[in-house]
């Protein structure tokens, strides 16, 4: 049974649903796709698969270029990881590709051509800060769709050091469970009981601004808080929230943080297998003072790390207990304040919808 129809069979489904509507979602909205500091390097890369879409972010000695990951001249893909540093250099017949300009292996036998002036089948690009956010389609400027929280974005970019960890696996779920879970702050008790809950957060504070949203929470321990501030003064980092802080930028992608000494970066991007979510997360530590040897956090931010990967792993297996078929974009019979930003990604998921 298909996605559509899974979804259609619900009790009430007053719009309907169309996978139509997410691949739109793909294709007509800006996604944030990496941080400055990832491509920093001549030949450094970024890729990434959503919906059967092959993405590569990558450094051509000169400037950023995203392109779908194929050769123009017969189409063979051209990176298989998800990121390192790698010429871009055709595996077929050799084509390479440097500072916007192509190179072509016995290129005076091409007849009645220039291969020269072939393209790479680029997507659209814009900065906030040091976050690239790129587009397939987009149907309004990254201003409009980020208006209220392109500020904080662009703070939380300028306070980014470097990528310290990359973790990305499949969550055994549609998307939109894994998205409804991430915004869920009622399942943490119990599922997250001896890692995140750890924090002890007070109930989250949630603000909706246009389709985004930005939550804080006060952290519930006394010591926890007075241990996080006093570190305080080892990072260089503009932004600093009081407290946790998770920003959802609609549809696909969470930036998290307490105290911005470091962000945990977790996308749920659809694939084209049913029933599969391509979860990507990444760890990025706040930029440390410069009086600082750069290996002076290593112990916290390894255990950081380590502690995500544990809360992923148990969101990844209760998302893989709810069917597609549990989901529809009416509200819930049952709501409580910790699933209220479920409420509201439904409306907006039933406004995608009605925008055909
Ligand atoms: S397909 Fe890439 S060089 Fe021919
Ligand atoms: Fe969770």
């Known amino acids: 049974m298909s996605a559509v129809s899974d979804a259609v069979a619900g009790p009430v489904t007053p719009t309907g649903w169309d996978v139509a509507t997410e691949r739109r979602l793909w294709e007509e909205n800006w996604h944030l796709f990496c941080h400055r500091s990832e491509l920093a390097k001549s030949s450094e890369y970024f890729r990434l698969e959503v919906f059967g879409d092959d993405i590569v972010a990558f450094n051509d000695g000169a400037e950023i270029v995203v392109f779908d990951n194929r050769c123009p001249h017969r189409g063979a893909r051209i990176y298989d990881d998800m990121a390192g540093k790698q010429r871009w250099v055709c595996p077929y017949h050799g084509w390479s590709f440097v500072k916007g300009r192509f190179f072509i292996p016995q290129k005076e036998t091409f007849r009645d051509c220039d291969p020269t002036t072939a393209q ?25 769709q980020l208006a209220g929280v392109e500020e904080i974005i662009a703070s939380i970019s300028r306070s980014i050091g470097m990528r310290r960890d990359l973790n990305a696996y ?31 957060l007070e109930p989250a504070v949630d603000e909706y601004i246009g389709s985004n949203n930005v939550s804080r929470a006060a952290l ?9 501030k006093s570190l305080s003064r080892l990072f260089d980092v503009e932004f600093k929230p009081e407290g946790y802080i998770a920003i959802q930028l609609f549809p696909f992608t969470f930036l998290t943080s307490t105290f911005g000494y470091s962000y945990s970066l977790q996308q749920f991007y659809p694939t084209s297998r ?34 995500n990967h544990q809360i992923f792993k148990e969101d990844a297996e209760i998302c893989a207990r709810i069917p597609l078929s549990s989901w529809s ?23 995608a919808a009605a925008r055909t």
């Open 120 to 144: 790479l089948n680029r997507y659209d690009t814009a900065w906030v800060g040091d976050f690239l956010f790129i587009s397939k389609a987009p149907n309004q400027s990254i201003s409009e």
């Open 170 to 200: 499949s969550y055994h779920c549609d998307w939109k469970i894994a998205v409804e879970n991430a915004l869920d702050q009622y399942h943490v008790a119990l599922v997250h009981h001896d890692t995140l809950n750890r924090l002890k």
């Open 220 to 228: 519930g321990d006394e010591k926890t808080i007075k241990k996080l």
């Open 274 to 307: 049913q029933g599969e979510t391509a979860f990507v997360s990444r760890f990025y530590s706040g930029a440390l003072s410069s009086k600082l040897p750069p290996e002076t956090m290593d112990a916290f931010f390894a255990s950081s790390i380590e502690l």
């Open 329 to 351: 974009p009416v509200p819930e019979r049952f709501v409580c304040a910790g699933e209220d930003k479920i409420v509201e990604f439904r409306r907006l998921m039933r406004e």
